[in-house]
């Protein structure tokens, strides 16, 4: 299973961004997804998380800019970033909780997998 995090960019302050994080290889389910941020010498921060029935929630600094949504037919999560300003630059992280079937047992395993991360930078 790979976890693919892309659509990052340089923007300017008050435009808006989409990532996208997909799952790919041998996926049998897609759980609960979260994405985070990080800015180098601080902390990783959580910034919006989405449940398998799609409810999102979403850390304060971002509440009524972000939208975080899936597709599970395309095993994908996406976070909508509008209104994007400056200290949104970070780069940010998917995670995800995914099943997939052990060959050799044929029974569904839960991991978690994290992306690889995808630049986020908003000039102001």
């Known amino acids: 299973v790979q976890l693919q995090a892309s659509g990052g960019g340089l923007v300017q302050s008050g435009v808006s961004l989409r990532l996208s994080c997909t799952a790919s290889?041998?996926?049998?389910?897609?759980?609960?997804v979260a994405w985070y941020r990080q800015v180098r010498g601080k902390e990783r921060e959580l910034v919006a998380s989405?449940?398998?029935?799609?409810?999102?929630s979403y850390t304060e600094s971002v509440k009524g800019r972000f939208t975080i949504s899936r597709d599970n037919a395309k095993n994908t999560v996406y976070l909508q970033m509008d209104s994007l300003k400056p200290e949104d630059t970070a780069v940010y992280y998917c995670n995800a909780e995914i099943d997939s079937i052990v060959p050799d047992t044929g029974k569904p395993e839960r991991n978690s997998y994290w992306g690889q991360g995808t630049q986020v930078t908003v000039s102001s």
């Open positions: 290889g041998s996926v049998f389910a897609m759980n609960g």
């Open positions: 989405i449940s398998n029935s799609g409810t999102g």
